[in-house]
């Protein structure tokens, strides 16, 4: 759903490329019947690797354990000066398990006090918190 997100966004624009990763290479191989444009990569990895592998990002969804929960740092370190992280199911109150609660804490606690990055924390839809890479890094 976010990469048709992300496509529609782009609407007629032909000079980006989109990379959506998943571990699941049966979806991604269905998905990437749906008539996609030319700019959209299927790759089949976990997030916390792939972005690691293709860096710098200029915008990364964080969307899936892998690269949000589980090697949240190589996201961060992935993102360009300037680059967007999007991280989306923030909102604690949406979920019950407490050992998840306190996952969404531990990448709320880095995501806002990292002096790299400019965060904010919106209180939309399943909660959502947005980041910038500083151009210079403040650490």
Do not use: N
Request: overall charge negative; hydrophobic content about 50%; some cysteine.
């Amino acid at each position: 759903m976010g990469l048709a997100w992300i496509v529609h966004g782009l609407g007629i624009r032909d000079d980006v490329t989109v990379l959506t990763v998943d571990t699941d290479q049966e979806m991604l191989a269905t998905v990437a019947t749906a008539g996609w444009p030319d700019y959209v990569q299927f790759v089949c990895d976990d997030g916390s690797h792939a972005v690691a592998e293709f860096a710098p990002l200029d915008l990364v969804f964080a969307d899936a354990p892998g690269g949000k929960f589980d090697g949240l740092e190589a996201t961060i370190a992935a993102l360009a000066p300037g680059g967007v992280l999007v991280v989306d199911d923030m909102d604690p109150s949406q979920h019950h398990d407490l050992a998840y609660r306190e996952s969404l804490d531990a990448v709320r606690d880095r995501l806002l006090g990292d002096p790299a990055l400019v965060a904010a924390e919106l209180d939309y839809a399943s909660g959502v918190i947005l980041a910038t890479r500083r151009a210079a890094e403040a650490r």
